[in-house]
């Protein structure tokens, strides 16, 4: 099917206009297809040149061209559902059961389909056993482990090819109460977490403490400041501090705040989620709206920020706190009938939905599959099938290629889209 269907609609509500692509998925003579186990499942994002299949409890990965990697041959799965499915900075954490052994282990995995065993029966200075037995996601290269055992253990960067890095990190605990994320390095910082002081410190990119671990949590770095939180006699404040360490935003929020983009941040400001209001700051501490409001703030992107306000309404304003766009009406397009009463900034434990690009997918609950929409409030992309029927985009990826379940034939076809709707990869099962 050559034909591309493509509508472009403007003026769409009174009040406020957008320029939308409405896009149809369609073949093309272009369009690869790629077979996948039965009952399996594609994820929507392309990494390290792997498109990731799962047919749980097993990840399979596939490149463009339709050869498999990983997986055909050597079962494995991740550690929980919880846990990335997609290799980050050319390695990926697995997980299987050797013949004999009680439990699944980790071992690396690497993008050429080769992989890396962690070594047992090893020792430490005392006897007792130094194997890892449990390990995080990959991010940018680097992943946690735990050496000993659940009683007692060490926590130890590695990188892609297993060796130890960033000794200064390294912190011993007892139990397995702690946190095992590896955090980005954003702006020369990476959080990280002491395990056996509980504390969290910043280092830099060659795993230097910079910033000593000090803080009962803390975000990454972004415009040149980092969200904190100290915890007071069982009382979370938060605050911000600077590259240097310094507290130069006192903690005083109770609930965890926005970071700081295009030099102001979104605050939350209350006891609990429930019936808090919302403001910006500047990097003084300055409240800039002239009164705060039972609002949700997104961060500013390229000039704009969304702001919802509940069932009512959902618009984008500008740096002068000025209405721009009313994005409402494209949240009702083949919804649940609940409008935007559920939308929310939440992203997972953060505040804040970014927009990688200028460009996000958006639903009725907020960061999710949906529609695909710009900064400023233009509504890009919405995809229908050849009989009309709503189509979920996921945020784009890999190529600028988007994620979808349509239907074709009338039966369901998972594929990737280019911007014209034209599908690139498209899955079959075997």
């Known amino acids: 099917m050559k034909k591309i269907v493509v509508l472009l609609l403007a003026a769409l509500f009174c009040g406020s206009a957008f320029a939308q692509t409405v896009l149809t998925p369609h073949l093309t003579e272009t369009s690869k297809k790629i077979a996948i186990p039965a009952d399996a499942a594609v994820f929507p994002e392309i990494h390290d040149g792997l498109i990731t299949v799962g047919a749980y409890p097993n990840l399979f990965y596939v490149k463009p061209t339709g050869e498999y990697v990983w997986g055909k041959t050597f079962p494995f799965s991740r550690a929980t559902d919880y846990v990335t499915p997609y290799f980050s900075g050319g390695a990926m954490m697995g997980w299987r059961t050797k013949e004999g052994a009680y439990s699944a282990s980790p071992f690396i995995l690497h993008p050429d389909g080769t992989k890396y065993e962690f070594p047992t029966g090893t020792k430490n200075a005392a006897g007792m056993s130094y194997d890892v037995f449990a390990a995080s996601s990959f991010v940018e290269g680097y992943a946690l482990v735990r050496r000993g055992n659940m009683m007692s253990s060490t926590q130890i960067f590695i990188d892609k090819n297993g060796k130890e890095v960033f000794p200064a990190l390294k912190s011993s605990m007892r139990g397995t109460m702690g946190d095992m994320t590896v955090y980005p390095v954003r702006e020369g910082r990476r959080v990280y977490y002491n395990a056996e002081l509980k504390k969290y410190g910043y280092a830099d990119a060659q795993g230097n403490i910079v910033i000593k671990p000090t803080f009962d949590k803390a975000h990454s770095f972004s415009d040149g400041m980092a969200a904190v939180m100290i915890n007071e006699n069982y009382t979370e404040k938060w605050g911000f501090i600077d590259k240097t360490g310094k507290l ?71 740096r002068e706190f000025v209405e721009t766009a009313d994005v409402t009406k494209a949240f009702y397009q083949n919804g649940n009938g609940m409008g935007v009463c559920s939308f929310t900034m939440k992203n997972g434990d953060l505040w804040g939905i970014d927009f990688p690009n200028g460009r996000q997918a958006l639903n009725q609950q907020g960061l999710q599959e949906g529609d695909v929409f710009a900064s400023d409030g233009t509504w890009l992309f919405h995809a229908v099938d050849a009989k009309g029927r709503m189509v979920l985009l996921h945020a784009p990826t890999a190529g600028g290629l988007m994620f979808c379940k349509t239907w074709f034939d009338d039966k369901p076809l998972q594929c990737f889209i280019n911007e014209k709707g034209e599908i690139v990869y498209y899955f079959v099962e075997e």
């Not at 130069?248 to 609930?255: E, G, K, S």
């Not at 990097?283 to 069932?311: I, R």
């Open 248 to 318: 130069v935003i006192p903690a005083t929020y109770r609930l965890a705040p926005g970071r700081f983009s295009e030099g102001i941040a979104a605050v939350r400001i209350g006891d609990s989620d429930y019936g808090a209001t919302m403001n910006y700051i500047d990097k003084t501490g300055k409240l800039l709206m002239a009164e705060s409001q039972p609002w949700g703030l997104n961060e500013f992107h390229d000039g704009y920020a969304w702001v919802a306000t509940g069932c009512d309404k959902l618009f984008v304003m500008n």
